[in-house]
């Protein structure tokens, strides 16, 4: 919401024009301004003209908002496929996400985060006979919540 201040002489009237990092917001002319998802990411300031009979008018611009946050990103579950046998190798699909975030990798020893199995593959080892494996696929973009999705398990033989 933006306040006008006093303006001076009375009466004044106002009009309002809201941005998105510098772009005028088509159709944001209220005084108050409804955040969308197409925000994140971005700062918000606003411009309030001040008009009156007889004088020229005044515009002044408002400090930005600080950098929208909390969008929610489009996650997939991620997908395992490969050799699940020792000395085979994993490769992890995470699916479509969007708005194109980073994503990280971790795999899992049953519940236990593998030391250094950060990467889209996995080298499966003597240490992974006969317990379920799994990877994390973590998505992050500026303005968005940052959002983790597991696979499900693929068991490994002995």
Same mark, same amino acid.
């Given at each position: 919401?933006?306040?006008?201040?006093?303006?001076?002489?009375?009466?004044?009237?106002?009009?309002?024009?809201?941005?998105?990092?510098?772009?005028? %917001?088509?159709?944001?002319?209220?005084?108050?301004?409804?955040?969308?998802?197409?925000?994140?990411?971005?700062?918000?300031?606003?411009?309030?003209?001040?008009?009156?009979?007889?004088?020229?008018?005044?515009?002044?611009?408002?400090?930005?908002?600080?950098?929208?946050?909390?969008? =929610?990103?489009?996650?997939?579950?991620? =997908? %395992?496929?490969?050799?699940?046998?020792?000395?085979?190798?994993?490769?992890?699909?995470?699916?479509?996400?969007?708005?194109?975030?980073?994503? =990280?990798?971790?795999?899992?020893?049953?519940?236990?985060?593998?030391?250094?199995?950060?990467?889209?593959?996995?080298?499966?080892?003597?240490?992974?006979?006969?317990?379920?494996?799994?990877?994390?696929?973590?998505?992050?973009?500026?303005?968005?919540?940052?959002?983790?999705?597991?696979?499900?398990? %693929?068991?490994?033989?002995?």
């Amino acid at each position: 919401h933006a306040h006008a201040g006093t303006w001076g002489p009375s009466p004044v009237t106002f009009s309002y024009q809201w941005s998105q990092n510098g772009s005028p %917001i088509s159709g944001a002319t209220a005084s108050s301004y409804a955040v969308t998802e197409a925000d994140a990411a971005s700062s918000l300031p606003v411009a309030v003209t001040g008009s009156k009979d007889g004088y020229h008018s005044a515009t002044t611009v408002s400090a930005a908002t600080a950098i929208v946050t909390g969008g =929610t990103l489009t996650t997939a579950t991620p =997908t %395992i496929s490969g050799d699940g046998h020792v000395g085979g190798t994993l490769t992890v699909d995470p699916g479509a996400w969007g708005p194109a975030p980073s994503l =990280t990798f971790q795999w899992f020893h049953g519940s236990t985060a593998i030391a250094g199995a950060t990467g889209a593959s996995y080298l499966v080892d003597a240490s992974d006979a006969n317990s379920n494996l799994r990877v994390a696929v973590t998505g992050t973009q500026t303005g968005y919540t940052t959002a983790t999705v597991k696979s499900a398990a %693929i068991h490994i033989p002995r």
